[in-house]
């Protein structure tokens, strides 16, 4: 999903974020560039961060090319002088900090065997993935203000474990525990905390498996496909709204339905098609 989301229709540009900023990191590609138009097309302005300087001053320069107002803040999330640099230069450009959006996150790194996992994986999934959000979210709610929302963007892996990534379903885990204490600690001062956790979403990786794959991923999935950016986004922009102003310290899945169900379709079929 490198390329850039369509835009909303009518009946999404409501508009509930105009005079708002936001700040989505790992918001130049797939799920994160989705949930940075979705706020942008609902009028936030945005500050898009990344690993990679010139693919997210490219996604910036993408949406100010549409009329919208973006910045780019690129740097690594596990990084704290990184971190208070983008927080610092959102501030500084677009004058405030509304909504975070702790999307950053490293891949499944070290896929295999539980006793083959390098350390080095272990610990860099935990370095974005968990270590991001507590260092993002700890910089950004010095500077916002009662009314603020943070999101971050869990995994259905944090509560149904994936085969052969114990790292990332561990960090993900992480990351939930997380959001329930950040909500607690931040509620007294009006700020919100809240996660979304996806289940299986096209995106870079997914775009590249071939059509019999693609179909696997999504034959377990109870609505019958994966889901897309604009999915995750949409549950985003719910949550860091005003229509969400009494919902804190919980994590929405967006999974189709997958981590509703005791066990897949196909396990039996009677029961998947009844007859009457």
């Not at 508009?15 to 009028?43: D, K, P, S, Y």
């Amino acid at each position: 999903m490198s390329d850039a989301p369509q835009p909303a229709s009518d009946a999404r540009a409501e508009g509930r974020f105009t005079g708002r900023v936001a700040l989505v990191t790992g918001g130049a590609r797939n799920i994160g560039l989705a949930i940075a138009w979705r706020l942008a097309q609902e009028g936030a302005a945005v500050a898009l961060n990344g690993p990679d300087p010139t693919e997210t001053e490219a996604a910036a320069a993408a949406m100010r090319d549409r009329g919208m107002s973006a910045v780019a803040c690129p740097g690594d999330v596990s990084d704290a002088r990184q971190v208070d640099a983008c927080i610092s230069r959102t501030v500084d450009v677009l004058g405030g900090l509304d909504l975070l959006v702790n999307n950053a996150a490293a891949p499944m790194l070290g896929r295999g065997s539980l006793l083959d996992i390098d350390v080095a994986d272990w610990d860099r999934s935990f370095a974005v993935n968990a270590r991001g959000v507590f260092l993002c979210t700890v910089a950004a709610a010095r500077v916002m203000s009662a009314g603020s929302s943070i999101v971050n963007i869990s995994s259905v892996g944090a509560t149904r474990a994936h085969r052969a990534a114990v790292a990332y379903d561990a960090s993900k885990g992480a990351v939930d525990a997380a959001t329930r204490a950040m909500a607690l600690e931040l509620a007294p001062r009006g700020i919100r905390v809240n996660a979304v956790a996806p289940g299986p979403v096209i995106n870079d990786r997914f775009a590249l498996l071939d059509p019999a794959q693609q179909q696997a991923r999504a034959q377990p999935v109870p609505l019958g496909r994966v889901g897309d950016g604009s999915d995750v986004a949409g549950a985003v922009a719910f949550l860091a709204s005003a229509d969400a102003s009494f919902i804190t310290g919980q994590v929405l899945n967006v999974d189709g339905g997958l981590s509703a169900q005791l066990r897949p379709s196909g396990v039996d079929l009677s029961l998947d098609n009844p007859t009457s």
